[in-house]
């Protein structure tokens, strides 16, 4: 079994200069998909549990299909709760087998991020299990705008909260289709200045292929979110498999042929994140 927790898959990511794709799950076909291209390009995964992935399937379900892939994977694999927005659904998490949870606090003021955060860390410490936090909220393409990270408030952050990996805003944006934004390099190099933690990117699918590899090899940047560009690649192999044959209704079938494209684009964005 090679399940693991976020900080014993990020912690030599960040001694040995690589970063670990952080993979928004939304059923079984993508899940299998993913752990499949992390075998086949050798490097850890970190499946993710999003609030549309729960909404679709409960969290005791969810832990048990990750805990079902890490237990025949080659590679370390992470089950990791994402934007967990209670204390309450971190529990849940934590009791069905997740071996991380994220709490996002980063719409209310610092302080009670800060508190609330540090509570979820301590719950989820005391169970061997991983915590990461968002400090600087971090918007969606065509919605809610992204505010800064200022690099003192993160370093109160880490050092106050006790996570285990610390989400920034820095330029990404989540849900974004296209990959002509970039990050604000300048902010990521104050912010990790002040911190030890491994940094996350959340909205990592609108960036550019090279500012990730540039980042995974030369930054603090350990984990980077994807899950739009590979949902596009599912939904493409999909549309494909159906309009193949009209007459077909057998989902099982369809959906058959949505693995191996989705493997290849998942190495493809994998291979991105590994070191030099």
Partial sequence: MTLVTLKEALQPAL?????????????????????????????????????????HTPLPVLGKMFTHLAESASVPVVAHLDHGYTAEECRV????????????????????????TAAIAEMA???????????????????????????????????????????ISVGNVHLQQDKEGGLDIDRINAIEALTEVP?????????????RQALARGSKICKFNIGT??????????????????????????LKETHDPLVAKTRQVLRSFKGA
């Avoid at 075998?39 to 999003?50: D, K, S, Y």
């Fill in 199 to 211: 940094l996350v990117i959340h909205g990592g699918s609108g960036v550019p292929v090279t500012q």
């Fill in 229 to 254: 560009e590979l949902r596009m690649a599912f939904g493409d192999a999909m549309r494909a498999a159906v309009n193949s044959d009209p007459a077909r209704f057998d989902r099982v079938q369809i």
């Fill in 125 to 167: 410490h005391a169970a061997g299990v991983s915590c990461e936090g968002e400090i600087g909220f971090v918007g969606y393409s065509g919605g809610e705008g992204s505010a800064g990270t200022d690099p003192e408030e993160a370093a109160q952050f880490a050092r106050d909260t006790g996570v285990d990996a610390m989400a």
């Fill in 15 to 55: 001694k040995d200069s690589y970063a670990v794709a952080g993979l928004v799950t939304l059923g079984w076909e993508d899940m299998r998909a993913y752990v499949a291209a992390a075998e086949a390009e050798n490097v850890p995964v970190i499946l993710q549990a999003g609030p549309s992935c729960r909404e």
């Fill in 93 to 116: 998490a934590i009791d069905s087998g997740f071996t991380s949870v994220m709490f996002d606090g980063s719409r209310t003021p610092l302080a009670q991020n800060i508190d609330d």
